[in-house]
């Protein structure tokens, strides 16, 4: 028997699945910590207002996905595409053309929200005071704004392990903020701005790590490359709207 394994590396040397177990764990301890958050949200609130805060945050995320132009899967699909053929101009035009896009798409989006913001507190949570919640809490429309094209530009340069730590550090803050309600036995206000809290540097994080690791793969001042350059290499203006699942 030790014959037969003697010619394979120990898991613990194998490099590809120590990074999978790593990842794994960082999703998993954020995934954790998001249930227990969930949990203690519904006893610190109670039933009627963790209601009217579920109903908030369904209203406005599907405002978001309504409005989504999916850039990640247009990021992971054109400029993977031209970095595997060692286009790096198309791949960074690739990449500015869907954070312009996304920049519009995230600004329409919360005009709609507004919009429909009293619409939502009358009809779904039957309390038309609580349209300053839709207001507000939609405010992590903004606060992602190009964090889809950000998420598929690390997803294409292999930083996996980046958006996993990103998930657990956001966790662990909102966990953090979470016990300073707790302890004050904040409202509905209160947990609100918690969850956008966490929202907010999620999306930015995003952003930001991305902003450090394209350097690498596309070069500095790949920002200034025109968005006309890929159409040099192929018509890829074909990108539909997201249907809410």
Request: proline letters at 2%; hydrophobic letters at 50%; glycine letters at 10%.
């Amino acid at each position: 028997m030790k014959n037969l394994f003697s010619g394979k590396n120990p898991w613990g040397k194998d490099v590809i699945l120590k990074k999978i177990v790593g990842n794994s764990a960082y999703l998993f301890a954020s995934q954790v910590v998001s249930a227990i958050l969930g949990i203690l949200t519904a006893n610190l609130l109670g039933v009627a207002s963790f209601g009217e805060l579920s109903l908030v945050i369904t209203f406005v995320t599907n405002i978001n996905r309504l409005l989504s132009f999916r850039m990640r899967d247009f990021v992971v699909r054109y400029m993977g595409g031209f970095l595997a053929q060692n286009k790096r101009q198309e791949a960074a035009a690739v990449l500015k053309l869907a954070a312009l896009m996304e920049l519009a798409t995230s600004c329409l989006a919360y005009l709609v929200l507004v919009l429909l913001s009293g619409w939502g507190a009358s009809n779904f949570v039957k309390d038309p005071t609580t349209q300053n919640l839709f207001i507000i809490y939609g405010l992590i429309i903004l606060g992602n704004v190009m964090a889809e094209t950000a998420t598929g530009a690390l997803q294409v340069t292999g930083h996996f392990r980046s958006q996993a730590f990103l998930n657990l550090v956001q966790s662990l803050a909102t966990a953090g903020l979470f016990v300073l309600v707790f302890v004050n036995q904040g409202g509905v206000y209160a947990v609100m701005l918690v969850y956008l809290a966490g929202k907010m540097i999620l999306g930015i994080g995003h952003v930001v790590m991305a902003l450090y690791w394209l350097p690498q793969s596309l070069g500095k001042g790949w920002w200034r490359t025109p968005c006309g350059a890929i159409y040099r290499s192929a018509n890829i203006c074909c990108v539909s709207p997201s249907t809410p699942t």
